[in-house]
């Protein structure tokens, strides 16, 4: 059950864990407006998995930030997934890495692919870290293979919390919500993996066959043989996003040549099911699957993946596509093939504004831009703005509570400085003066937030700061003002 914390509870908390380490090499601030930062990385000895090159990576990136807080939350967040949430292991004969999503004992298809992308970059220069990656790769095609239909799998000492969910629940099994984006991530994760170090040897007969499950489901969710399929998933809950209505099967869906989803990225269910997020981004990945194909040979398998990303890609101009009446031509978040469709977007990825994000599209693509201003408004109805910050939520949490996930895929997608700039000072100022980044706040008062630790939203907050530090922007990163609250 997700809860707001309050700054002083979750001290309190971090305390009693030891999680505070000795005071690092960040730069000092003036004596008049003095601070003392300490590192809340876990101490050296309790850190899940170590990698060479990302500790290389945090002292060059350091060295070049002025602003003492930023290289204070960078040094937080960068390495909080290898510092918290992966399990790595060999002893079984190969690699195998279980990655938790932080304060959830699960592996979620779509965090676990996220949290490790940012580290593809130094794969390379660390043969111990490609070896981590690989392993996330392989147990993620394990899981995949005991059920596609699931978002979540349990490993070492998690256990499953949704066991009286009406649904077909199988061991390892954490949560059976059926998301596309959850089958497309381990997509995108592959890919990148192999374009970062040539390595195709994860893509063996089990890669493969969980590709050929994945390929299935996509078919089978096109709802060509009628609205009910093998999947229903119905759960006695609070909250209506947390279920499915029509027994299970969801609301009405026509064959368009859409793949429907479910549940969102969000793991809340999905109104119309065609998520047009999640089917730009299966187009992507199965594209870039069919490449890996080709490579290994499974030649048969990447033509049925590159016919079925030409059918959705065809399907998404005729339906995906809404005219606003103040925006123009935009791209609806979820339609159902009757004509119906739902303008709004989600802070999760892949939502609307996330899609050059995930290599779904063009950054420069009109109707996007089109999009990305309709979604950064208080036109769309998850956009909330108040005297703490603003950007994109969601049903997860509810009303007035802005998600600086949404921030962070902002700032990464966006090509105004002055933009960028206002992202991540708002990120700086909504941290509650703990360093990290929350999985949301709210609008009027940031030390009102949820989930203290998030690895997914740490991770890629470190993997903006080095994008930007590459693209040559130390000179924005250290234009940034120091927040003028507390540090806890």
Known sequence: MLRLLSTTALLGAWLSCGAFTATGDIPALPADNAKTYTSHRPPVDARKFYSEAAEKEIKRVKKLLKNPYLCWMFENCYPNTLDT??????????????VITGDINAMWLRDSSAQVYPYLSLAKKDKKLQKMLRGVIRRQAKYILIDPYANAFYGHGGKAEHEDDNTEMKPEVFERKYELDSMC?????AYAYW??????????????NSVRAIYGVMREQQHKQGLRTSYHFTRKAHAMHDTQSNSGYGHPARYCGLIASSFRPSDDCTIF?????????????LKKAAVILDEIKENALATDCRALSDEVSQALQQYAIANHPKYGKIYAFEVDGFGSQLLMDDANAPGLLSLPFLDCMDVNDPIYQNTRRFVWSEDNPYFFRGKAGEGIGGPHIGYDMVWPMSAI??????????????????????D?????????????????????????????????IVKLVNEGKTDLLN?????????K
């Open 409 to 430: 895929v902002k700032a990464s997608t966006s090509q105004d400085d002055e933009e960028i700039r206002q992202c991540l000072q708002m990120v700086m100022d909504c």
């Open 479 to 487: 234009s940034l003002k120091v927040p003028d609250h507390p540090v």
């Open 85 to 98: 949430t992966v399990l790595y292991s060999d002893e079984d004969g190969d690699d195998d890495s279980y």
């Open 185 to 189: 991530y381990p997509l995108f994760l």
């Open 195 to 208: 374009q970062a170090t040539g390595d195709l040897s994860p893509f063996d007969a089990l890669w493969v």
């Open 432 to 464: 509650a003066g703990l360093g990290f980044i929350h999985e949301s706040f709210h609008k009027d008062d940031a030390t009102r937030f949820t989930r203290s630790w998030m690895a997914w939203a740490n991770t890629i907050f470190g993997q903006l």
């Open 273 to 285: 099911p065609y998520l047009i997020p999640s089917n730009f981004f299966a187009v992507s990945v």
